[in-house]
């Protein structure tokens, strides 16, 4: 290497510079190696989108799709020149304990190089794993430990190949990948610019000029993924919901009331919007309202009624800036999670583009795992979304909104939405004594395996429930004492439910048993002092022209729900079908032939899985563990069933589908 080294002698002032003087000026090359990490940084990049192309195509159109991508090249772009930087740094501190110039040079090449080559071969092995190993996935823990012993390799291995053929490598390979990026970062960033993307921020504009009204306050609490059966309000044999139950004995409890999804986005845009998810099209967590969808919603109408609309959430798959409906509010905040995950999302949260749901799940993804793994090292077991935060907001803009306007509030908060690491105060209130680590209570899959036990998990997302139910008890509460609970109407309900059985945790997937889609609803009206027990049944769709037909508002004919104000005055509805559904294999502007519908009536669910043409049958009211398949005993009940669910399905794919 030296003799390399000293063939490549530079000329200063007309005359040979020595040796030492030579390998700095040659060997460094500190632009040559800002391109190399670039070009290593963009190639992960592409292998990242040709991963995610397809699902991505499943609700983005394809110049959606690249300004998700140039959005996440510009990104990748300041990652490179960041980690440019701290490899700088680490080589200079190195280079205090390293007196040979030649060690220092070749440790910060290793440097720079190493850590953008290792990410661009992680992300070949998971092309790797997603084509030939789709059912294993390893942790980020295995993944980072893994990271770092193929950096040691590579090390090793550019002190063997010799600085001198890195370079020329990297001059004759990469150079040109990396301005072909750096090009098309530009016209990216110039479509982005004329697309009008810009970063969101909590805004809260000034109430209307006051107006008589005598219109009540409406408070919309909805709690993420709280199931019904594990909520002792609902009969449970924990003690987890005690504020809970405080509270419905002076509203309506339904006891069969089910998510129209079974994740948060479709689910919470069933409550919005008033419809299903075959009609608004969220099909999938990172989808979004399109055309008359973003229009038509319930804070519109309220708003168009003389309402000050708010929302505060802390997931942001239910939020008005990712569902695309901001203008239908008066404020809007988002209580980001603690530490560099919140940091992240907060920062990709750009209005017109998906950035902040792509980047997320889609491109960067080694970049978020690596933020959650350095979270878990800096804060192990602190839970990030707490509830507080959302209802300090709620509470605070109560008091500065007054009585100018009546006031639509929605509140979304995260808990008991894994990971469930139990804040201090409610551990240990059913987990047993002697499990200490709470850090393990994470569902890394959906699927039950080797780790925790699931009745420990399930204790731990008790503890959870516990922990939500206080921090609501406190809202409610303060509404109660300052008299705004008596004349508003309050309702508590969930996004979804979660799995313990069937061999699945967590939430999502194909199935749509009722433990993750049978929730929690109560509705408190103004004066009311008595609770009640309804068995009517219901979906998430009905909330909207529940809440318009209670301020003697029009129902619009668009909502695919019914209003339940006849059940709470004690009368009785006519008899109908309620679906919920998982649809996210489909792309949203095709018709539907893929994924899982379930259809109810008073007694019997029925569920179909499109792919396969499986069917289920259970009476939920009398199998509530949906143990018992009746669809081969009651064959007249399922084929009534299906040509209900089947006729519903071809009357949908008859419709044009108009997405902006």
Same mark, same amino acid.
């Given at each position: 290497m030296q003799a390399s080294l000293g063939a490549n002698r530079i000329q200063v002032n007309g005359a040979a510079a020595g040796p030492k003087r030579v390998v700095s000026a040659v060997a460094m090359r500190p632009g040559l190696s800002l391109l190399s990490v670039i070009a290593f940084f963009c190639l992960s990049l592409e292998v990242e989108v040709l991963q995610q192309?397809?699902?991505?195509?499943?609700?983005?159109?394809?110049?959606?799709i690249a300004l998700e991508a140039g959005i996440a090249?510009?990104?990748?772009? =300041?990652?490179?020149?960041?980690?440019?930087?701290?490899?700088?740094?680490?080589?200079?501190? =190195?280079?205090?304990?390293?007196?040979?110039?030649?060690?220092?040079?070749?440790?910060?090449?290793?440097?720079?190089?190493?850590?953008?080559?290792?990410?661009?071969?992680?992300?070949?092995?998971?092309?790797?794993?997603?084509?030939?190993?789709?059912?294993w996935r390893p942790s980020p823990s295995h993944e980072v430990l893994s990271g770092l012993g193929v950096l040691v390799i590579c090390i090793v291995g550019f002190s063997r190949i010799g600085l001198p053929a890195l370079q020329r490598f990297c001059s004759t390979r990469l150079v040109a990948i990396a301005w072909v990026h750096i090009a098309l970062a530009m016209v990216a960033a110039l479509a982005l610019v004329m697309h009008g993307v810009r970063l969101f921020r909590d805004y809260e504009h000034p109430a209307r000029a006051a107006v008589v009204s005598t219109s009540p306050d409406i408070y919309l609490i909805t709690i993420d993924a709280l199931r019904a059966e594990d909520t002792s309000v609902y009969g449970y044999s924990r003690a987890t919901t005690p504020n809970l139950e405080k509270f419905a004995q002076r509203s309506f409890v339904f006891d069969d009331y089910f998510a129209n999804a079974n994740f948060t986005n479709p689910a919470s845009s069933s409550i919005e919007t008033g419809k299903v998810p075959w009609s608004h099209r969220i099909f999938q967590q990172g989808g979004f309202?399109?055309?008359?969808?973003?229009?038509?919603?319930?804070?519109?109408?309220?708003?168009?009624?003389?309402?000050?609309?708010?929302?505060?959430?802390?997931?942001?798959? =239910?939020?008005?800036?990712?569902?695309?409906?901001?203008?239908?509010?008066?404020?809007?905040?988002?209580?980001?999670?603690?530490?560099?995950?919140?940091?992240?999302?907060?920062?990709?949260?750009?209005?017109?583009?998906?950035?902040?749901?792509?980047?997320?799940?889609?491109?960067?993804?080694?970049?978020?795992?690596?933020?959650?793994?350095?979270?878990?090292?800096l804060w192990p077991g602190v839970y990030a979304w707490p509830a507080e935060p959302v209802f300090s907001k709620a509470t605070d803009l109560i008091q500065r909104n007054g009585v100018s306007q009546p006031l639509f509030l929605w509140t979304h908060i995260y808990p008991p939405h894994d990971p469930y690491w139990?804040?201090?105060?409610?551990?240990?209130?059913?987990?047993?004594?002697?499990?200490?680590?709470?850090?393990?209570?994470?569902?890394?899959?959906?699927?039950?395996?080797?780790?925790?036990?699931?009745?420990?998990?399930?204790?731990?997302?008790?503890?959870?429930?516990?922990?939500?139910?206080?921090?609501?008890?406190?809202?409610?509460?303060?509404?109660?004492?300052?008299?705004r609970l008596d004349r508003s109407i309050v309702i508590?309900?969930?996004?979804?439910?979660?799995?313990?059985?069937?061999?699945?945790?967590?939430?999502?997937?194909?199935?749509?048993?009722?433990?993750?889609?049978?929730?929690?609803?109560?509705?408190?009206?103004?004066?009311?002092?008595?609770?009640?027990?309804?068995?009517?049944?219901?979906?998430?769709?009905?909330?909207?022209?529940?809440?318009?037909?209670?301020?003697?508002?029009?129902?619009?004919?668009?909502?695919?729900?019914?209003?339940?104000?006849?059940?709470?005055?004690?009368?009785?509805?006519?008899?109908?079908?309620?679906?919920?559904?998982?649809?996210?294999?489909?792309?949203?502007?095709?018709?539907?032939?893929?994924?899982?519908?379930?259809?109810?009536?008073?007694?019997?669910?029925?569920?179909?899985?499109?792919?396969?043409?499986?069917?289920?049958?259970?009476?939920?009211?009398?199998?509530p563990g949906e143990l018992q398949n009746l669809v081969a005993t009651e064959p007249q009940v399922a084929q009534r069933m299906r040509g209900v669910l089947m006729n519903e399905i071809q009357e949908i794919n008859r419709k044009p589908i108009h997405l902006q």
């Open positions: 192309i397809d699902g991505l195509r499943l609700y983005l159109k394809l110049r959606e090249l510009l990104l990748t772009l =300041a990652i490179a020149c960041a980690w440019w930087l701290v490899a700088r740094l680490l080589g200079l501190i =190195a280079g205090i304990f390293l007196k040979k110039e030649p060690m220092r040079i070749n440790l910060q090449w290793a440097l720079w190089i190493g850590v953008p080559l290792v990410y661009l071969l992680v992300e070949l092995f998971r092309d790797f794993n997603l084509e030939f190993l789709p059912g309202l399109r055309g008359e969808n973003q229009k038509e919603n319930l804070a519109a109408e309220l708003r168009q009624r003389g309402y000050y609309t708010a929302m505060i959430t802390s997931n942001f798959f =239910a939020a008005p800036f990712r569902h695309r409906t901001l203008d239908s509010y008066d404020a809007v905040m988002y209580p980001s999670p603690l530490g560099l995950t919140g940091f992240r999302l907060r920062m990709s949260n750009l209005l017109h583009v998906n950035t902040q749901a792509t980047l997320s799940l889609s491109l960067i993804r080694g970049l978020s795992s690596l933020g959650q793994y350095v979270d878990r090292l139990v804040p201090p105060g409610y551990q240990h209130r059913f987990v047993p004594a002697g499990v200490r680590n709470y850090t393990h209570m994470v569902t890394e899959t959906n699927k039950q395996g080797a780790g925790v036990p699931v009745e420990q998990l399930r204790a731990a997302y008790d503890e959870m429930i516990l922990y939500a139910d206080h921090c609501v008890g406190d809202f409610l509460d303060d509404l109660d004492r300052t008299g508590v309900s969930a996004d979804h439910g979660e799995y313990f059985e069937h061999n699945q945790l967590a939430h999502g997937g194909p199935d749509l048993y009722n433990s993750v889609i049978h929730v929690p609803l109560m509705i408190h009206l103004p004066g009311q002092t008595q609770g009640a027990r309804l068995s009517q049944l219901a979906q998430q769709a009905d909330l909207l022209p529940t809440v318009l037909d209670l301020i003697s508002a029009p129902i619009p004919a668009w909502t695919d729900g019914s209003s339940l104000k006849p059940v709470l005055e004690n009368k009785s509805m006519p008899a109908r079908f309620v679906f919920t559904m998982n649809l996210e294999t489909n792309r949203i502007f095709n018709p539907i032939t893929k994924g899982t519908v379930a259809v109810m009536d008073d007694d019997f669910k029925f569920v179909r899985y499109l792919n396969s043409g499986k069917e289920l049958l259970f009476r939920y009211k009398t199998d």
